[in-house]
């Protein structure tokens, strides 16, 4: 397991993050430009890109379960809250990341 996210501070990120972006928005749809359809396009491709990359984690979660000799078998719900922290920690990581990167500018 890589670093732990708490549900709190997903939540305080994910809100500055609305917070700070609904502006840009705002003035990208009512006055569009490049930089603006640049922005949205990130945003998107952001999105897509932490999808596939739980995706893919989900993915080496069950294999790594599956490899688990038996004796080292993990309870089901072990094994469901790592499976589950492994696709959500991508976006997690972009949630953080974006609110100190429009933190700061």
Known sequence: MSEHHSP???TFA???TILRRLPVLWWAAMWPSPSAHAEAR???AEKQAAFAEGMMAI????IKQ?????????LPHEAFH???????????RRIKANARRLRRG
Request: aromatic fraction near 6%; avoid cysteine; glycine fraction near 0%.
């Open 59 to 62: 993915q080496a979660e069950l």
């Open 42 to 44: 990130k945003m998107i």
């Open 66 to 74: 599956a490899l688990r000799p038996w004796w080292l078998l993990r």
């Open 14 to 16: 994910a809100a500055e």
């Open 8 to 10: 709190v501070d997903l």
């Open 82 to 92: 790592d499976m589950a922290h492994a696709a959500a920690a991508p976006a997690a």
